[in-house]
């Protein structure tokens, strides 16, 4: 459970968060948990939520997340940020990892993303990969920032830097994408550049990416350039798209 729930319009306004644990298997993580309230200017590192969802903040409601700092976090998903609903605005977003995943994870080392709007934010030198934690797994899907809904919107945002590589352990890693991963949900007018993937024990051997990998969703008039994967071969560095029972992409210039 989170330490502290905003409901009824309350706001946080210029605190530092760090260093905070959460406890539990699943469900509601973080430091902050904001069903109707506001964080601004605030900093959320090294917190970890375990194997629960939102290492910063899991926002449940229409609430604001604004110019925070989310740096050194850890979660089963969204480390900096899980959110169902909601703003994420004007954030940054470096050194947060997943931990201890499961297969069916959502992902998002940065954020996850089952609902709510994330504008105008950098995701910048995250890691999407269980590496530094021997026999667990990396998410289904992965990413940086992971969308998995049909009401997530993801826009002008930047994503650069982000490393997915090999897990420490034998066992191969879920993970598929440095980026961003799109199950479902929309991704628009973002700059995804420079992200690598050296990762060679993917259980999926079909395809995974650098910059982008999607399953659904909605990818419109985005960048997407200088993406690296270390054997692209068969992988694609750039955008990996992928029809599945679950959807079918869509891109647009």
């Known amino acids: 459970a989170a330490y502290l729930t905003l409901t009824g319009g309350c706001e946080v306004k210029g605190v530092a968060f760090d260093g905070f644990k959460t406890s539990g298997s699943g469900g509601t993580g973080g430091v902050l948990s904001i069903m109707d309230g506001r964080g601004e200017d605030c900093s959320f590192t090294n ?9 910063g903040v899991w926002m449940g409601g229409a609430g604001l997340i604004t110019n925070c700092y989310f740096s050194g976090n850890c979660a089963r998903a969204g480390a900096g940020v899980f959110m169902k609903d909601g703003l994420t605005v004007d954030c940054t977003f470096t050194k947060n990892r997943l931990y201890k995943q499961q297969y069916e994870s959502l ?3 940065a954020v996850g993303m089952l609902g709510g709007t994330l504008r105008d934010c950098r995701i910048v030198g995250n890691t999407p990969s269980s590496g530094a934690y021997s026999g667990t797994y990396s998410p289904y899907g992965g990413g940086s920032v992971s969308l998995y809904g049909d009401s997530a919107v993801m826009e002008n945002c930047l994503v650069q830097g982000n490393l997915l590589e090999a897990a420490n352990h034998n066992t191969p890693d879920y993970c598929r994408v440095a980026g961003v991963f799109v199950g479902k949900g929309t991704v628009r007018n973002c700059l995804i550049i420079a992200n690598t993937n050296t990762n060679t024990k993917t259980a999926y051997k079909d395809g995974t990416g ?3 990998f999607m399953i659904g969703g909605k990818f419109y008039h985005n960048t997407v350039a200088g993406n690296y994967l270390k054997d692209d071969t068969t992988f694609r560095a750039g955008i990996y798209m992928e029809n599945s029972n679950k959807g079918t992409p869509d891109v647009q210039n």
Do not use: L
């Not at 939520?49 to 939102?54: E, I, L, V, Y």
């Open 47 to 55: 917190c970890d939520a375990g194997s629960t969802d939102g290492g």
């Open 107 to 109: 992902g998002g080392a």
């Open 210 to 212: 650098a910059g982008v």
